[in-house]
């Protein structure tokens, strides 16, 4: 249930927008899963995808050094925390198929043993973005607290504009 209130904004160059002051209110049964640890295949390519893609945050382009904190990487597009109710075999196919991007597409499926799903989700070569610390779990901006649609908007929003009254679209200018 999401409920919203509506505020009009100054017209500007995007028209006549308005302010969606929303709260998301949700209920999602998580499985029973061990805890959160760093794998050491996570961790291992965690590392290889900090190089990949060059240390920028996948939405915005900044590097940790220009964050002044570590980016963090997401698992994507399978949650660690739900990858024992995936249905694989489902999965397998529509990522072979590039239905979720190159990444899971590059993956050895072939090798791929369902009792095993580790060996996908916590290889971040193939399931995983690497992301600031804003972008991963800030408020009004982050992965785990917008819906993708709003979330993924700021990857292409144009510099200057004010996402949030927590931010302003800015893109990294290192290369």
């Not at 919203?4 to 998301?24: A, K, L």
């Not at 510099?159 to 290369?175: C, N, P, R």
Request: a positive charge; glycine letters at 8%; hydrophobic letters at 35%.
């Amino acid at each position: 249930m999401a409920t919203s209130q509506v505020t009009p904004m100054t017209p500007s160059d995007t028209g006549d927008g308005f302010q969606d002051r929303g709260q998301i209110t949700f209920s999602v049964n998580y499985p029973a899963h061990a805890p959160r640890v760093d794998s050491p295949l996570f961790i291992k390519t965690k590392k290889l995808l900090n190089t990949a893609s060059g240390g920028k945050c996948f939405i915005c382009g900044r590097t940790a050094k220009e964050t002044k904190v570590p980016h963090e990487a997401h698992h994507h597009p399978i949650m660690y925390s739900m990858m024992v109710v995936v249905d694989w075999t489902i999965f397998a196919v529509e990522a072979q198929r590039g239905d979720y991007g190159p990444g899971p597409q590059k993956f050895s499926w072939a090798n791929f043993d369902p009792k095993n799903p580790m060996t996908f989700v916590d290889d971040m070569r193939y399931n995983g973005i690497l992301l600031c610390k804003d972008h991963h779990t800030g408020p009004n901006m982050g992965v785990h607290v917008l819906p993708w649609p709003l979330f993924i908007a700021q990857k292409y929003a144009k510099a200057g504009y004010k996402f949030s009254d927590s931010e302003i679209i800015v893109h990294s200018t290192s290369t």
